[in-house]
């Protein structure tokens, strides 16, 4: 019976001594979270030409990889990505683009009331998005955002699209650096915004 026992405790001795060991692996210095950057609200937008009496739901846009991750991307070639290092946007680019939508139409007063797809509340009509372009392109010592957005206009009672149609947005940045290339995304985000707020605006059912 004494050996059973002994060999037990051996067994537990190295058990505890595995554990430590894994347990000391959190003590090394843990890399640095990278910087995280917000895609803003157009902070002043022009309320002009006729409210709508509907109210809105924004959906979050459907998007494919690599534009639906949190990465900030650059295409340096047609048939190549890259990745801005050490740095990432605050969510993954459908998210950011729903927000600073839904925002935008709310600044606007456009719709009677605006809502998100993941808030309970019903709505008239939905807009509905799909991202073929959230980047980068860099030429030489230069770099330019585009933003491509498909967007449809859904009657939510008859499920009818009332209109549809796609944006293609584009703004300079001052230079390669990553707050230029932020605040360029932000230039991009305003222009699409005004154009997806006036042509909602004028949808009627074909």
């Known amino acids: 019976m004494i050996i059973p026992a002994a060999k037990a405790i051996r067994a537990f001795g190295t058990v505890m001594a595995v554990s ?21 609200v157009p902070e002043e937008l022009q309320n002009s030409g006729t409210s709508r009496p509907e109210s809105l739901r924004v959906d979050t846009p459907f998007a494919s990889e690599p534009y639906n991750s949190s990465r900030i991307l650059a295409k340096p070639e047609p048939w190549e990505f890259t ?27 456009v719709f009677r009331d605006v809502v998100i797809d993941t808030g309970p509340s019903n709505s008239d ?37 009332l209109c549809s149609s796609n944006f293609i947005v584009s703004a300079p940045a001052k230079d390669k650096s990553i707050n230029s290339v932020v605040q360029a995304f932000g230039d991009a985000g305003e222009e699409l915004a005004i154009n997806l707020i006036d042509w909602a605006r004028n949808c009627e059912a074909r």
């Open 83 to 109: 990745v801005y290092s050490g740095v990432r946007w605050r969510d993954t680019a459908p998210v950011l683009l729903r927000d600073m939508l839904a925002g935008a139409f709310r600044a606007s007063d």
């Open 125 to 161: 009509l939905t807009l509905a998005t799909e991202i073929s372009a959230f980047h980068t392109v860099n030429h030489g010592d230069s770099a330019r955002v585009t933003v491509t957005v498909y967007g449809q206009l859904i009657n939510n009672r008859s499920r009818q699209t």
């Open 20 to 40: 430590g060991a894994l347990t000391a692996c959190t003590v090394f210095p843990i890399p640095e979270a990278p910087r995280v950057m917000d895609f803003p």
